[in-house]
């Protein structure tokens, strides 16, 4: 019987009866327009055209046609960091080549960009490569060599972290680990404390820094969910240097870089030129303006080309050419080209350019000497500061076993007795 009433109705009438829409709003949705037209695609952008690269200054530091400057209130103070990062960089992979330190990482200068644009007190959530960030805050080279030594001074670990591991909560700059990418998720939800936080809300941003290489670990994927789904005000900042270790970028994704991935998560993305410090202050001052506003995340892909070797235990000349390094320092080097464009406006001549690298080196290697003489914390600073409250058995148990091999050993083994030289406290606070 309801069949045949159905047959009697007209054809438009009798689908829209039988065929009732369930709308709920949990039901996947999206605002796109309804298509006839079988058709794939592989592209964010119109016409499967690439992603363009944001950029201010071209490759000899002329702003390029309808460039927006931003404010330069200091742009001696930016070029004296962006000079200092090389200067330390190569005084100290010479140090870890002597056996003096045991690991180092350097990192191309543009990052002062983005140390610029953020607020001193926004979260940074860091890898390997963000010294210059702690520098620009006023961590001081003393500090970064403290670290580099784990002598007394080190306040990022007392000497209990690898080189390069900074921390430090005064500066705003989270401690850093080792494995790789752990640090992206976490700082979705730095971004979702501040958020919270009636006194940092619409004040602070967490800053997340990685390569390109930590990119293709879960934890990237992870974070960026999590700061969608849950907002936050969280800027992923991808440094996109060409290689991860020895895999070239070209190997570790078929798309469109890091910048493809930002709208599939409905976050705001720009890819930027790495190697302008210009267009990256203005990219990230941005994507801090849109998280502030919004409360949601940002993602920033700077494009740069990683010089150095990986690290210090890297020779990247295995796997890529010397004539390919040498040929990115002198057409794209971002140092040259900032030099180049503060001489063109009157800031900067070739004698102050002489007369800073002769400074740096000079500041450089007085704290280097300086910090390979200190002793390093009592080695009682092993086990404290690692848990909160009361000391956990096992740290306890671990503690009173090596004050008991000092008591045996410590006098009448000579490699004991030799290490134990290096500690301010000669070791007598663990064994006592």
């Given amino acids: 019987m309801f069949t045949s009433r159905i047959a009697r109705l007209p054809l438009s009438r009798s689908l829209a009866t039988a065929a009732p829409k369930f709308v709920s709003k949990d039901q996947p949705k999206s605002p796109s327009p309804v298509s006839s037209k079988l058709r794939f695609f592989n592209a964010i952008t119109q016409g499967s055209g690439q992603i363009p690269t944001y950029r201010v200054l071209d490759g000899v530091g ?138 940092r809300r619409n004040k602070n941003v967490a800053c997340v820094f990685f390569g390109e290489g ?14 969608s789904t849950i907002p936050s005000p969280t800027i992923f900042l991808a440094r996109n240097n060409g290689f991860a270790i020895s895999t070239p970028a070209h190997e570790q994704f078929y798309g469109d870089g890091i910048a493809a991935r930002g709208p599939g998560y409905g976050i705001d993305t720009i890819r930027v030129d790495g190697n302008d410090i210009l267009a990256v202050f203005n990219a ?13 995340a940002a993602l920033v892909e700077a494009m740069t080309y990683r010089i150095g070797h990986h690290s210090t235990s890297d020779d990247s000349f295995a796997y890529r050419g010397r004539q390919e390094v ?72 671990q503690r009173e076993e090596l004050g008991r091999l000092l008591n045996k050993y410590g006098k009448v083994w000579e490699p004991w007795r030799k290490e134990l030289e290096r500690f301010k406290d000669k070791g007598k606070k663990l064994v006592d």
């Fill in 62 to 199: 002329i702003p390029i046609q309808d460039a927006e400057l931003p404010d330069l209130t200091s742009p001696v103070i930016r070029y004296e960091h962006m000079q200092l990062l090389p200067t330390m960089d190569n005084i100290l992979y010479n140090v870890q080549r002597q056996g003096k330190i045991s690991f180092y990482y350097g990192e191309e200068a543009t990052i002062i960009g983005s140390a610029a644009a953020l607020a001193n007190d926004d979260e940074c959530v860091c890898q390997y490569r963000e010294m210059g960030v702690l520098l620009w805050r006023g961590f001081g080279i003393n500090a970064a060599m403290a670290q580099c030594f784990g002598n007394h001074e080190d306040k990022s670990g007392k000497g209990r972290q690898m080189p390069m591991h900074f921390g430090s909560p005064q500066h705003h700059f989270h401690t850093i680990s080792s494995p790789l990418a752990t640090q992206i998720p976490q700082a979705a939800g730095v971004g979702f404390a501040l958020k919270r936080d009636p006194a």
């Fill in 214 to 227: 930590a990119a293709s670990e879960g934890d990237f994927h992870a974070g960026m969910l999590l700061a």
């Fill in 284 to 296: 990230v001052k941005e994507a801090r303006r849109r998280c502030l506003e919004s409360g949601r």
């Fill in 326 to 397: 040498e040929n990115w320092k002198k057409i794209d080097n971002p140092i040259t080209r900032f030099r180049l464009f503060m001489e063109s406006r009157g800031w900067w001549n070739e004698q102050e350019e002489e007369e800073l690298k002769a400074r740096l080196k000079n500041d450089v290697i007085t704290t280097l000497k300086r910090a390979e003489t200190l002793s390093q914390s009592d080695l009682r600073d092993l086990f404290t500061d690692v848990y909160g409250g009361e000391e956990p058995w096992n740290l306890r148990e």
